[in-house]
């Protein structure tokens, strides 16, 4: 088994999830009767990975009171709390004994990627760091018109549909690269791995089509919530019900 931990970053104020995140910080907004994060950390448990760090800072007392040392799902979680913001990748700074490998990721995301495989497939590329991508489509409602450099019409493209592949805020990392984070200044998981590229290092994207849903805007909140209610055991196979 590769040597491995889990990095949940759960420090944010969730302020586009206002009223609700003023009293309850976003990654434990529940999903059918589960705080999202309590999902990921089942998840997490059940992909075999045994120590857990929850980066913490806003309201970070309710994380500690609401799950402890993680026995009673057979992991081992530690408490790390940001005295300020410290940015996506800056907080893993702050880990003691980092494992070899570390799958780090939002603690507000519903989905159903294998872990162990992402993490497989960073190792067998041999890369510093490999982000989970997934594609989306966007919807122009508009005509979307391309200009020549001389301002005339080029092409007129009606309501196209535009596909792009986005960060799912899912990664894996070598513990090497974390010498690549600065002791100083905020600083995010984008910045990392663009630091890793430009020094050279390998840095996968590992493309998935399989259920992800983030819950940083109200309409992604209802649909998550909509998703597990309606079949949890698609992403947690064990649970009772």
């Not at 999903?31 to 970070?60: N, S, T, W, Y």
């Amino acid at each position: 088994m590769i040597d491995m931990m889990a990095v949940i970053l759960a420090g944010g104020k969730g302020v586009r999830l206002k009223p609700f995140t003023m009293v309850i910080p976003k990654p434990l907004l529940p999903i059918g009767d589960l705080p999202i994060i309590e999902v990921v950390i089942r998840q997490i448990a059940a992909a075999g990975i045994k120590r857990i760090a929850l980066m913490l800072g806003h309201m970070a007392q309710l994380f500690i009171a609401t799950f402890g040392d993680g026995s009673r799902w057979g992991v081992n979680i530690e408490y790390y709390i940001e005295d300020e913001p410290l940015g996506t990748a800056g907080s893993l700074k702050m880990l003691k004994k980092p494992e070899k490998h570390l799958l780090v990721m939002n603690g507000d995301i519903l989905t159903t990627l294998d872990y162990r495989r992402i993490v497989d497939y960073h190792d067998a590329n041999n890369a510093s760091g490999t982000i989970a991508v997934t594609l989306r489509k966007a919807h122009i409602d508009y005509g979307v018109i391309i200009k020549t450099k001389e301002g005339f019409l080029h092409e007129y493209r009606e309501k196209p549909v535009l596909e792009y592949d986005v960060s799912m805020g899912i990664n894996v990392l070598s513990s090497e690269s974390l010498s690549f984070i600065p002791s100083e200044n905020k600083f995010d998981i984008p910045h990392l791995m663009t630091a890793l590229k430009s020094a050279g290092k390998r840095v996968a994207c590992y493309q998935t089509d399989c259920y992800w849903q983030d819950i940083g805007r109200f309409e992604d909140y209802e649909q998550a919530s909509a998703d597990f209610v309606n079949d949890p055991k698609i992403f947690l196979p064990d649970l009772n019900i």
